[in-house]
């Protein structure tokens, strides 16, 4: 689809991906709405790219939150693409995993972009041709230690895309997915990244993510997996899973130690700060040795 001048709505602008990805939009002089729940951080992006397209403060959580956002598309005469970026991540052991947490990571990161998704169906069957662009992840289609709840999420969300895509396959909408593998931005916590440097997995900068999502807005590629080996071992673990069940098998001691470091940083994030630097530097070190 030629982007210039279409109505694009784009959630999670104010992350790292959904900043790029705005960058990129509006230099091909598209029309954002651009979606986040903080206000300065969606203002900052607006004025880094010229100040002219519109902003939604809203918790996509929450019913009132998408019925703000929906009722604003409802004032425009259509939308050309909805991009569902917004998401948030959780690495911990499923069983230390709060029942909060749970339902609030299943909650934005596939419920939401469902709800959203489907009340904006009439304005995106407006114009002749639109778009829905979900961002899920490799962890959509690999089941990953530790962030059992985010994979279900993600899981969810290429079966959803899978399945309406197919569904609207005579209508003028269609449905693309985008799976980026572990990238550099905000969403991964420090126990994250140091586990993907421990086991040595590559870590895409947020404009080799954003380049891709042009590209495959542009050639209206219905489904794009990003990195290598990643895209092989997505293959082998439909095909074979017994050879994946056994590779992530010898990093398991690395996943369990990183996970055991996420769990008690948020335990420590709890707390006052000279407790906290206290209470770290004892945790980390009997971690380091366990
Ligand atoms: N980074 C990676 O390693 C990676 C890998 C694969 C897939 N992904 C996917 O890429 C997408 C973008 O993530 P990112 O890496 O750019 O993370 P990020 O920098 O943390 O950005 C997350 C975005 O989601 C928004 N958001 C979170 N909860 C929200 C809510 N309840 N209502 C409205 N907006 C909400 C945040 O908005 P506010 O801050 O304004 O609340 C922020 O703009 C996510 O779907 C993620 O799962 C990321």
């Not at 939308?79 to 917004?86: E, Q």
């Amino acid at each position: 689809m030629n982007i210039k001048g279409k109505t694009i709505l784009l959630t999670g602008a104010s992350g790292g991906i959904g900043q790029a990805i705005a960058i990129r939009l509006h230099k091909h002089q598209a029309k954002l709405i651009l979606v986040g729940r903080n206000f300065k951080k969606l203002e900052a992006v607006n004025e880094m790219i010229g100040n002219n397209h519109q902003i939604i403060c809203a918790d996509l959580s929450q019913t009132d939150g998408r019925n703000k956002l929906v009722s604003y598309c409802e004032s425009l005469t259509h939308i050309d693409i909805l991009i569902n970026n917004a998401g948030v991540s959780h690495f911990s052991t499923f069983e230390s995993s709060s029942d909060d947490q749970i339902n609030q990571l299943m909650n934005i990161n596939l419920l939401s972009p469902m709800l959203l998704t489907k009340a904006l169906l009439p304005m995106l069957a407006r114009p002749q041709n639109s778009i829905i662009l979900n961002v899920g992840s490799s962890f959509g289609t690999i089941g990953y230690p530790c962030f059992t709840t985010y994979c279900a999420s993600k899981f969810g969300l290429k079966g959803f895309s899978e399945s309406l895509k197919r569904e609207l396959q005579n209508k003028s909408t269609k449905v693309l997915y985008i799976a980026p593998r572990a990238t550099d931005t905000d969403i991964n916590s420090t126990s994250v990244n140091q586990l993907n440097k421990k086991l040595g997995n590559a870590t895409d900068t947020v404009s080799v993510v954003a380049d891709v999502v042009i590209k495959q807005l542009l050639n209206e590629t219905e489904r794009v997996a990003i990195g290598w080996p990643e895209k092989l071992f997505l293959k082998v673990n439909g095909l074979i899973p017994s050879i994946v069940d056994k590779a992530i098998g010898n990093q398991i001691k690395q996943i369990m130690h990183f996970a055991k470091l996420s769990n008690i940083g948020s335990v420590v994030k709890l707390t006052n700060k000279s407790t906290q630097q206290k209470t770290m530097s004892r945790i980390t070190s009997s971690a380091t040795h366990s």
